[in-house]
C-alpha cells in the first residue's frame, strides 16, 4: 500500500533513503546545514551542489533557517559575477560558499513544518530562447506540481524503485522529477548526475526510474548491452525539448518502452505530458492545468503559477480535441527579413529532413542587418560529403533542398558544422551558446609548421570574430590585447605552455589588424618563454615576449 503523500512542507514524514543512507541521516544533514545558514536569515543564497543527496539536505536546511536559495544553472564566471551583483551569499560548492558541518551533526535534528507561501527559491530559464531569467517559486508552486506528477506518474513506479538523472537538478525539471518528487513519495534517488550513456548499461538490477532529456536520449547505441537496463526500467522521462521521432523509437526499439514526454518551463512548471512513441500525439493535461488557445498561442492557468491568472506562452498550439491540444512551434521564432516574415521553425524543420543532417538549429544573428545561421550535425551521409567535397558542397545542397521552400531571403547565409550540438547540464541547447559559434574569440589556426621549438599558423581574421565588436565605436579594429591572448592560446597548442603567464617582453604593435586580414603567426619557444610575432603582407602587426610559470 502505497503512504499518503505528505506534501514537500512536512517532507521529514517520509524521508529519502538513497542507496545505503537512511532517513535519519538525512535528517541530520538537513539540522545541519540549518545551522550553517540560521545566521542568514532573511537573507538569500546562491546554492549549488553536484551531490543531489547534500543538495536535497541543503536546501531543507535553507528553508529551516528561513533563507531563500537562488540556484544557478551553471558556476561559468559570467554566472557567478550575476549572482554577486543580486547581492547573494554563496553556499556549498560555489567559490569560498557556506558550508554545513562534515560531522553531520545539529543541536536540534527535527524539522518543523515549513510554510508554504513564505518559503520560495529562485530558478534561471535555460537561455534557449535568450539570456536566463530569475524566476521565484513558492513552496506551494512547487507542492501542488509534485502532487500533480504522482497523481499520474505514482502508480507507474514501483515502491522500492530508485530515480536516476542524466540532467541537473539545479533547473525546474530535474529539481522536480529528481529530488522533490522522490522526497515527496518516498522515493529513493541517486546523489550522483549520469554523465555518459555508457553509465546507463550498469544500472539494475533493482527497479530503475530514468530523469533523461533528448540530448542523451538521441545519443543511444545500438552497439551497447542494454538488456540489465531494459529488465530494470520501469518508466524513463524526458523533457527539456522535442523527443526526436528515431530517438523515440530507439528508446522503444532498445529498452521496449516508449518515453514519457513532459511538456512545461521553468516559468509555468509542468503543464502537459504525451508517450514519446514517435507518432507525434497530442498533448495531455498534467491534473489542474486548465488551457485555451487565444489568437493561436497557447495559454495556461495551474496552481503551478504564481497567480490564477491566465499565462499567455510564445507556443503556437491548436485543439485536437479529448481536452488535448497541438504544438505548432513557437511564436517568437518569427523573424522579419526586408518587411517579409520568416518562420525559423519552418526553416528549421525543413533542413531536419534532409538525409544530410542529423541535428540542426537555425537562428536570427542581431546586428545592422539580420542574417539566418545554422549550426547543424551531419549525418553519416552528410558527413561523407563533407570529406569527399568539402564544406561548400555540403551547403550548397542544403541551400538547394531549401530551394523552393522559403523565400530566397530566408536561405541561411552562415552556416556551422559540429560534432554534436552545445548542451547545459539539462541537457538544452541555449541560444547564447549557439550565437557563440557565429562570434569566435579566435580564427581556426590553419598550421604550417610545428615542432618542439618554432611553429608556425595562418589566422584569417574575419569580421564575425567576438573580438571586432565595441571596442573602437567608429571603426573595426583588433585589440591588440587581443594579439597577446591569441599567442597565448597558440603556444599552449602549439608547445604545451603551462602555468599562468607571468610577464610580457618587448611587446610592440606596429600596425592595426582589420577585418579580412590574413595573419601569419610565428612562434619561438625556449622552455618557460614564448617569442610570438604577427606578420601580414602589410609587414608586422604586433610582436613580443611572454613568459610562463615559474621561468626565470
Known amino acids: 500500500m502505497r503512504i499518503p503523500l505528505p506534501g514537500l512542507c512536512n517532507v521529514d514524514a517520509a524521508a529519502p533513503v538513497s542507496p545505503g ?29 553536484d551531490d543531489a543527496l547534500e543538495f536535497s539536505a541543503a536546501l531543507f536546511g535553507a528553508w529551516q533557517a528561513g533563507v531563500t536559495p537562488w540556484l544557478p544553472g551553471d558556476t561559468l564566471p559570467a ?21 554545513a558541518s562534515e560531522s553531520g551533526t545539529s543541536s536540534d535534528a527535527r524539522m518543523h ?46 515502491a522500492d524503485a530508485v530515480v536516476h538523472g542524466t540532467v541537473s537538478h539545479q533547473h525546474i525539471y530535474g529539481l522536480l522529477f529528481r529530488i522533490l518528487w522522490p522526497l515527496s513519495s518516498g522515493h529513493s534517488f541517486a546523489p550522483a548526475r549520469i554523465a555518459y550513456n555508457e553509465q546507463l548499461t550498469t544500472l539494475g538490477p533493482g527497479p530503475v526510474v530514468l530523469i533523461a532529456s533528448p540530448a542523451h536520449l538521441k545519443r543511444l547505441s545500438d552497439t551497447q548491452d542494454w538488456r540489465m537496463l531494459a529488465s530494470a526500467l520501469r518508466v524513463v522521462f524526458s523533457s527539456g525539448g522535442p523527443l526526436p521521432v528515431d530517438a523515440a523509437l ?10 514519457i514526454e513532459v511538456f512545461g518551463s521553468t516559468e509555468t512548471g509542468g503543464i502537459a505530458w504525451r508517450r514519446g512513441d514517435g507518432s507525434r500525439a497530442p498533448w495531455q493535461p498534467l491534473p489542474g492545468v486548465e488551457w485555451r488557445v487565444q489568437d493561436g498561442l497557447l495559454d495556461v492557468r495551474s496552481p503551478h503559477l504564481p497567480s490564477t491568472e491566465w499565462w499567455s506562452t510564445s ?30 521553425d519552418a526553416i528549421q524543420a525543413r533542413l531536419q529532413d534532409s538525409e544530410l543532417l542529423d541535428d540542426v538549429r537555425v537562428l536570427a544573428l542581431p546586428g545592422h542587418r539580420i542574417l539566418l545561421a545554422v549550426a547543424a550535425v551531419a549525418s553519416a551521409h552528410g558527413r561523407a560529403l563533407l570529406d569527399a567535397d568539402g564544406r ?56 604550417q609548421f610545428r615542432d618542439h621549438q618554432k611553429a608556425t599558423a595562418t589566422l584569417l581574421a574575419t569580421a564575425e570574430l567576438a573580438a571586432f565588436e565595441g571596442h573602437f565605436p567608429q571603426v573595426s579594429v583588433l585589440p591588440g590585447v587581443v594579439l597577446v591572448d591569441w599567442a597565448v592560446r597558440l603556444g599552449r597548442e602549439a608547445f604545451g605552455a603551462a602555468g599562468d603567464m607571468q610577464c610580457m617582453e618587448a611587446l610592440k604593435f606596429q600596425q592595426l589588424v582589420r577585418p579580412a586580414t590574413l595573419l601569419t603567426a610565428e612562434l619561438d619557444w625556449h622552455p ?6 604577427f606578420t601580414s603582407v602589410r609587414g608586422v602587426h604586433a610582436s613580443g615576449r611572454l613568459r610562463f610559470g615559474d621561468a626565470p
Open 21 to 49: 543512507i537512511d532517513r535519519a541521516h538525512w535528517r541530520r544533514r538537513v539540522g545541519a546545514w540549518r545551522d550553517a545558514l540560521g545566521p542568514h536569515a532573511g537573507k538569500d543564497i546562491a546554492l549549488a551542489c
Open 79 to 99: 554566472t557567478l559575477e550575476t549572482l554577486r551583483a543580486h547581492g547573494l551569499l554563496f553556499a556549498a560548492d560555489l567559490p569560498g560558499g557556506i558550508r
Open 113 to 158: 513544518m515549513l510554510d508554504a507561501d513564505a518559503c520560495a527559491l529562485v530558478l534561471f530559464t535555460s537561455g534557449s530562447t535568450g539570456e536566463p531569467a530569475a524566476i521565484r517559486k513558492s513552496l506551494r508552486q512547487l507542492d501542488a506540481e509534485v502532487d500533480a506528477l504522482e497523481s499520474v506518474f505514482g502508480p507507474m513506479i514501483d
Open 250 to 259: 530507439a528508446v522503444q526499439r532498445l529498452w521496449g518502452q516508449a518515453a
Open 315 to 344: 507556443d503556437r498550439a491548436h485543439e485536437a480535441g479529448d481536452g488535448r491540444f497541438e504544438l505548432l512551434g513557437r511564436a517568437d521564432r518569427i523573424v522579419k527579413l526586408e518587411e517579409r516574415r520568416i518562420s525559423l
Open 392 to 447: 561548400p558542397a555540403l551547403v550548397e545542397r542544403l541551400r538547394a533542398w531549401l530551394a523552393g521552400y522559403c523565400d530566397p531571403i530566408a536561405l541561411p547565409r552562415r552556416w556551422r558544422f559540429l560534432e554534436s550540438m552545445p548542451v547545459d547540464t539539462r541537457g538544452k541547447t541555449r541560444q547564447r551558446d549557439l550565437a557563440a559559434l557565429f562570434r569566435p574569440l579566435m580564427p581556426t589556426p590553419d598550421w
Open 528 to 533: 618557460g618563454h614564448l617569442g610570438f610575432r
